[in-house]
Antibody
């Protein structure tokens, strides 16, 4: 059974870089034809797709975040990672990793449990 | 960006009653529409994809319909575990989500 688990600092200072990891269990991120993705949800608000990455390393980003976001794969750890630079309070959110089922633009299943990141000095 | 609008924002329903949730896209997304259920403190759970296909393990009381710009999620007979927030998501272009409909106990 495919499972995803996010991890990383819960508090980041404004203007710094937010870095998160997502550990995948139940499958290899490099041996399959899967895509992998990140989605975030500010407290009490809706969901925002951040971006997706193909097992080959091709990336697809939300145009509104593209200039600040990097998604990558670490095949040695079976992890995907997310970096968001120059963060502000608006980046405070629960960050989820999730699998786009068929293509980079797809529905998502399964999801990790999410990790809350607060941007504050 | 394709904007997804859900209505109503809150739906008050009694257990056993039918709930009808709506989702509208700012432009056609054909049938590239998914629905999710989210309970407090939990990740979203996939219910429906392709506008009308139930995901694995989803009870038959959940059904989706629509195409183009107008979509509906129907819960035929609300159970206690169905009280939650429901989101729609289009994937015809880069994914965008609606703001959610909260289904609460009447």
């Amino acid at each position: 059974q495919l499972q995803l688990q996010e991890s990383g600092p819960g508090l980041v200072k404004p203007s710094e870089t937010l870095s998160l990891s997502c550990t995948v269990s139940g499958d290899s991120i490099s041996s399959s034809i899967y895509y992998w993705g990140w989605i975030r949800q500010p407290p009490g608000k809706g969901l925002e797709w951040i971006g997706s990455i193909y097992y080959s390393g091709s990336t697809y980003y939300n145009p509104s975040l593209k200039s600040r976001v990097t998604i990558s794969l670490d095949t040695s750890k079976n992890q995907l990672s997310l970096k968001v630079s120059s963060v502000t309070a608006a980046d405070t959110a629960v960050y989820y990793c999730a699998r786009p089922v068929t293509e980079p633009y797809s529905w998502f299943d399964p999801w990790g449990q999410g990790t809350l990141v607060t941007v504050s000095s | 960006e394709i904007v997804m609008t859900q209505f109503p924002a809150t739906l008050s329903v009694s257990p056993g009653e039918r709930a009808t949730l709506s989702c509208r896209a700012s432009q056609s997304v054909t049938s590239n529409l998914a629905w999710y259920q989210q309970k407090p403190g939990q990740a979203p759970r996939l219910l429906i994809y392709g506008a009308s296909t139930r995901a694995t393990g989803i009870p038959a009381r959940f059904s989706g319909s629509g195409s183009g710009t107008e979509f509906t999620l129907t819960i035929s007979s609300l159970q206690s575990e169905d009280f939650a927030v429901y989101f729609c998501q289009q994937y015809n272009n880069w994914p965008t989500f609606g703001q959610g409909t909260k289904v609460e106990i009447k």
